[in-house]
Nanobody, 121 residues
Framework: VQLQASGGGLVQAGESLRLSCAAS????????IGWFRQAPGKEREGISCTSKSDGSKYYEDSVKGRFTIFRDNVKKAVYLQMTSLNPNDTGVYYC???????????????WGRGTLVTVSS
């Protein structure tokens, strides 16, 4: 059972990136998927999540209106479309799978290796 986040990179403020979370060994559509960010020197924080049941989506206040989480159940992947990026969005982004959609780490059972997003001003 593995998750792999990808799609990070170095961008300028105002640009966009799409992160991907691919699952192997299990079907991601059976789990809630969350995206987390860990900025340098800070704790990991929840950015967005999507539930497994009704497709509900949740966003942390600082990314509302800029980030969109969505699934592709055919590809067994979950994406985080990020627009209007700013330097505060810099960090390592992780995806996680669990029973519940939550902005805290505890409910998640599986974590992928992160992908680094760097936003320059």
């Amino acid at each position: 059972v593995q998750l792999q986040a990808s799609g990070g990179g170095l961008v300028q403020a105002g640009e966009s990136l799409r992160l991907s979370c691919a699952a192997s060994g299990f079907s991601s559509d059976y789990y809630a998927i969350g995206w987390f960010r860990q900025a340098p020197g800070k704790e990991r924080e929840g950015i967005s999540c999507t539930s497994k049941s009704d497709g509900s989506k949740y966003y942390e206040d600082s990314v509302k209106g800029r980030f969109t989480i969505f699934r592709d159940n055919v590809k067994k992947a979950v994406y985080l479309q990020m627009t209007s990026l700013n330097p505060n969005d810099t960090g390592v982004y992780y995806c996680a799978a669990g029973e519940w959609c939550a902005m805290i780490t505890e409910p998640y059972d599986y974590w992928g290796r992160g992908t680094l997003v760097t936003v320059s001003s």
